[in-house]
């Protein structure tokens, strides 16, 4: 990656319209995406006065407003505040940094090309748990902004903490299971199958002939398992 300081940005246009089109997929994901830099970015230990309020803001906003984007795309009150969240959450992690959620999720992209936002989603509530309490003073000041808790005197802060990660292990689930593949994405997906499986039988049909010209059926059979061994292991770059 290139980094410098002349490259950071001095404004940011912030048009609710723009986003009217965003499928409701890409609205999920990029909302956990979102809320993932907030909680990583105020759970840290490197956070500040600035960040903090940044983080608690955009929490606030996410969860008042990520499934009415999601179910409502042109509902330009919810787009605005998703928007403003995000941005939020951005100035609250490019200073205080990101953690394990983020750490996971990229090399999930990478290898298998899941969706950033998805792969923080399934993981987030994963990641939290193993945390343990340490961190359920902050998980509390995040429930209470996000109104899934009482500000203070009747439950504790792991009581708090424990409603946060249960709301985060819904939208997990949400995120999930309610949105299905479109029709165009499995298309696409048994496409590309059916390429790859017509190559690979190609060149084993290739490899088999080559070799029983001078190998046994035995060393041929070899071939054909070790081709088929390598397939599978090319499964997950197609």
Not at 5 to 23: C, N
Not at 97 to 112: K, N, Q
Not at 181 to 190: D, F, H, Y
């Amino acid at each position: 990656a290139i980094n410098d300081f002349p490259l950071i940005q001095r404004y940011a246009v912030l048009d609710p319209k723009v986003t009217f089109s965003l499928p409701p997929f890409i609205t999920a994901t990029t909302g956990m995406d979102a809320l993932t830099h907030t909680v990583e970015a105020y759970i840290g230990n490197s956070t500040t006065i600035d960040t903090r309020k940044d983080a608690l803001k955009a929490v606030k906003l996410i969860f008042e407003n990520i499934y009415t984007a999601h179910d409502q795309g042109d509902n330009i009150h919810a787009r605005r505040n998703m928007l403003h969240a995000s941005f939020y959450a951005g100035c609250a992690f490019t200073k205080s940094y990101v953690g394990y959620v983020h750490a996971v999720a990229h090399s999930l992209g990478g290898e298998y090309n899941v969706p950033h936002g998805l792969a923080n989603a399934v993981l987030l509530p994963m990641v939290l748990r193993e945390y343990g309490s340490c961190i359920d003073k902050k998980l509390h000041n995040l429930a209470v902004a996000a109104g899934v808790a009482v500000t203070s005197g009747i439950l504790s802060n792991a009581a708090n903490a424990a409603s946060l990660r249960c709301s985060f292990s819904t939208l997990s689930l949400w995120e999930t299971y309610s949105i299905p593949p479109s029709p165009a994405r499995i298309n696409r997906m048994i496409n590309r199958i059916r390429t790859a499986l017509s190559r690979f039988f190609l060149l084993l049909f290739f490899l088999i002939c080559i070799t029983s010209v001078y190998y046994s059926i035995q060393e041929t059979l070899l071939v054909f398992l070790n081709s088929a061994y390598f397939f599978s292991l090319m499964i997950p770059f197609l």
